[in-house]
């Protein structure tokens, strides 16, 4: 049994890119007032770090020790929490693709992992708070009182991503974003360390074929009904 009240679970929200994490983490948080970590942010701001400082995205010894000396916190703000390093906002700086990329190789190493997970614990300590990641539910909080692992088809996700970027005034292309997709994942359920797989007491929502509001109502209720647990 976890140390936090009933009433403040923490609420693990795993999956794939693409599969809607982000939008439901935010909705399904500000439904019920909890605070909204996007786990993925924090990789994206180690690769970011390492860009700037001269460490390779390859080298997970020198990663690990960045990250360790690395303040990484959020700030909350009316479009969703802003990832904050050494008290500067790169909210900005860590959705490019280029920084995706980063991410997702400084993830496969362990000590990198070690140092993010002592950080992602101090944030979920007083509870109330959604996780969204790929092993939350597995290694973050294996104690977490919810735990939902969305997927879609690579091919759903990779719709909305265009459909994402075109509302943003942006290029995208259908073939070469499913690539990258289809890419990220492998490497994210190859690696040795914490792959992307759903926890044994996890519920798999599958929402390719389910609207925003459907799925942001299904995961409130599994947050509502394990509050009255
Ligand atoms: O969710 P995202 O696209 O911002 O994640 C960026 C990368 O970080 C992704 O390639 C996988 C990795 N990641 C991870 O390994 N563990 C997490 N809990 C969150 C993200």
């Given at each position: 049994m976890s140390e936090r009240a009933k009433d403040r679970p923490v609420v693990a929200l795993d999956g794939p890119a693409g599969a809607g994490k982000s939008t439901v983490a935010r909705a399904v948080a500000k439904a019920l007032g909890f605070l909204y970590v996007d786990t993925g942010a924090l990789y994206r701001g180690v690769a970011l770090a390492a860009k700037e400082k001269g460490?390779?995205?390859?080298?997970g010894e020198a990663l690990g020790a960045l990250t360790r000396a690395l303040d990484l916190d959020f700030e909350a703000t009316d479009e969703g929490p802003r990832l904050l390093i050494d008290g500067i906002d790169r909210a900005p700086d860590i959705r490019t693709p280029d920084v995706a990329d980063g991410a997702s190789k400084v993830s496969q190493h362990e000590p990198v992992r070690a140092a993010l997970l002592d950080v992602q614990r101090q944030l979920g300590a007083a509870g109330a708070v959604v996780f969204e990641g790929r092993d939350i539910g597995t290694?973050?909080?294996?104690?977490?009182e919810v735990k939902l692992f969305l997927t879609a088809t690579p091919e759903a996700r990779a719709r909305r991503r265009v459909g994402d970027l075109m509302e943003r005034g942006k290029d995208a292309d259908y073939g070469s974003i499913l690539e990258a997709i289809r890419e990220r994942d492998a490497r994210d359920s190859s690696r040795?360390?914490?792959?992307?797989k759903p926890a044994a007491d996890a519920t798999t929502l599958?929402?390719?074929?389910?609207g925003f509001d459907e799925v942001v109502e299904a995961v409130v209720a599994a947050v509502r009904e394990a509050m009255a647990r």
């Open positions: 460490v390779s995205w390859e080298d290694v973050v909080f294996p104690d977490a040795a360390v914490a792959p992307l599958d929402t390719t074929d389910l």
